[in-house]
């Protein structure tokens, strides 16, 4: 089974989970002595196979991505982590710049007798961002491709 496939699996299970849990308890009661329509005792059996399925999909998942080195030289696992920090990187950026082009007047404040100037270009700033965007673009596609090409451990 590739990455991507064992991802997607993954997915499926956490989202069958709840729905069998909410049948589990649609069905775990008995009114008035009627049968419910589903067996609880079943449904239990299935909740718990599926979190075991999950628990161990999700323990090859992470031991793979923790042996698998991408092109740029980082482990799938290094990479998930980069691409959070240069995530952080841009929205704060992003923040910055937005600051910096507030649209406070700069120059000289005659009235005043006071002269305002950027401490730091917002050019300076979206360079930093434009490189973090480009990096984590390279990840991205590097993570994809090996996500397809990757047997699980």
């Known amino acids: ?10 997915k499926r299970l956490g989202n069958l989970i ?7 308890g649609d069905n775990c009661i008995i009114v008035n ?9 079943v449904l239990l059996e ?3 196979a599926a979190i075991g399925d ?14 698998t ?14 691409k959070a920090s240069l995530k952080l990187t841009i929205s704060s950026a ?3 710049t937005t600051h910096l ?5 700069l120059g000289y404040n005659e009235e005043k007798g006071t002269r305002k100037e950027y401490a730091v270009k917002p050019e300076r700033v979206e360079a930093i961002a434009n490189e973090a965007a480009k990096e984590l673009r390279s990840i991205e596609s590097q993570m994809q491709q090996a996500n397809w090409v990757v047997d699980l451990i």
Request: charged residues 30%; contains cysteine.
């Open 46 to 48: 299935k909740v718990q």
């Open 101 to 105: 082009r507030s649209g406070k007047r």
């Open 1 to 10: 089974m590739k990455i991507a496939e064992a991802l997607t699996e993954s």
């Open 33 to 41: 002595g009627e049968k419910p329509d589903r067996d609880p005792v």
């Open 18 to 24: 709840p729905a069998l849990l909410s049948q589990f």
């Open 94 to 96: 992003a923040g910055m």
């Open 69 to 82: 080195k991408l092109p740029c030289g980082l482990t799938i696992h290094e990479a998930i982590l980069r």
């Open 54 to 67: 999950k628990a161990k999909l999700d323990r090859q998942i992470t031991l793979t991505n923790a042996a």
